[in-house]
C-alpha cells in the first residue's frame, strides 16, 4: 500500500464564517443536529501538526488560539462552536468572522456550516484558500 | 502570537451572482432570515484595502462601485443586496450577474447565498476565483 | 474607472454534474423553482468567447456541444437542462455526467445546481477547476 | 470536434467527509433519496485510470482500497456509502474522515454530500483540492 507524503500547504484562509443561532427545538427537528461550523483538516504526514487559529471579526481586534495538534495520519473535524478559552466562547454565535488556520506542518483545510435554525436544515461547504509557503 | 501578512490576492472573480427575491413570509419562516448574498473579505494585512466592484450582466453594460473600504486585520461580510448608489440598488432581485473585486491590498474573497424563498432556507458557498496580480 | 481585462482560463472542468427530476408540484413548492443546472461564465474581455461544452457519461460516449457564444463584457448563466441539439434534450435527467468547458477567450467558469425534488429546495455550488493553458 | 487531453492532477484531497445517517423515511421523504457522499471524477484521457482512495480517520489508522477503474473518457460518481471490502463498509456513517484519491492518471475530483437525515434534504459540493504531481 502506498504511505502518502505530508500534502497540501502550511497557512489556509477562509473568509466566510458563521456560526448560525442554535436549533430552535420545533418538533420536526428529528434530526439532532445543532447548527455549527466545522474546520475540517488533513494531516497526511509523518509529524504530528500543530495549529493555531487567527480569527478576525468586523469591529474588533482579532483572537488567536493556539495548542490544537492534529496528529500525523489523522483526519480533524474542529468544532468552531466548542472552541473555549478560559471556560468562555473564542466566536459567538451569530457574528461574521475570517479565519486563517497556520499549521506546523502541511495540512489540508475545508470549511464546512450546517445551519438548523429552521425545521430542515442547509449546510454549505468549501476548500479554503491555500497560501504557498514561499510566498508568507 | 503570530501577526499575519497580508494574504491573498488583489483581484477575485465570480460568475454566479443571484440575488434570490424575498422572504415569502410563510408562517413557517421562524428564523428572520431574508434571501441574500453575502462577499466574504478578510484584510489580514496592516493597511486598509479600498474595494472596487466590477458587476456584469447578460443583457446590459456593466456597472462599477467604489469607496468600500475593508480596514487592516478586519473581516468584511458585504450584503449585496444593500448595495446602493443614489439611494437605488445596484443588483435587482432575481438577475443573474458576475462580479469582479478589486482591491488595494491582498485579501482572499469567498461568496454565499442565502435563499429563503421557500419555507425552508437553502445555501451555498464557493471560494471565489483568485487572479494572480502578476498575470493581470 | 477600471477596465478589466481579460480575466481567467480557456478550460474548466466540473466532474460533477447531474440535473435532478423535474419538481413534484407539491403544494409547498411555492417558488416556482425547477430543479436545474447552472454553468456560469463571466467574459470580462472585449472579445465575445466562442464556447464549447465536452459532456461525459459513466456508460456512454462523450457528446459535444458547440456554438455557444458569450459576450464580451458579459455573464452567461447557462441552463443545462434547456441545451438541446436537433430538438432534443443533449443531457437527460437523473444522469451523473462530467463536464469541460473550452472556450476561445479566458473566461471564469463555476457550477450551481438547484434540487427542488423534495418540497424544499437545496442548492450547492462550487468553482470549477480551471486547467492553465500552457498545459494543454 | 476537438478531442480533449488528459486534464487535472494524480492526487486529490477532500478534508471532510461525513457520511449522514439514514434517512428517516418520514412520510414527506418523497425523493427516493439516501444520505450519500459521492467522489466525482473525469478522466478525460486516452487511458484507463486506477485509482487508490486514503481513508484517514480521528481516532483510527487509516484505510486504503485499490482496484477502482475508470475508463477513458468517462465520468465516475463513486458512492462512498457502498465503499466495501470483505462484505463490510469501508467507512460507518456518522464517522468523521478525510480522502485522498490517487490516480494512476491525471482526474479531475469533485466531492458532494447529500444529508436527508431531516424531512427535506440538503447538499453540499466542493472541488477538491489538487496536489501537484512534482510536488510530490
Known sequence: MKINKSLGEKCWVVP???IPQTTD????????YISHECV??????????RIELSIYFEDAEPKFVEGIVVPAQR??????????TDGQPVIERATPYSLIVNSSE????????LDTTQNNMAFL????????NNEE
Do not use: E, W
Request: include cysteine; charge should be neutral; proline fraction near 4%.
Open 16 to 18: 466566510d464564517g458563521y
Open 75 to 84: 483526519s480533524c473535524h474542529l468544532r468552531m462552536d466548542q472552541l473555549q
Open 25 to 32: 427545538g420545533g418538533s420536526n427537528n428529528l434530526s439532532g
Open 125 to 132: 461547504s468549501t476548500m479554503c484558500f491555500p497560501v504557498n
Open 106 to 113: 502541511p495540512i489540508v483545510v475545508q470549511m464546512s456550516r
Open 40 to 49: 475540517c483538516i488533513l494531516n497526511s504526514g509523518s509529524k504530528d501538526a
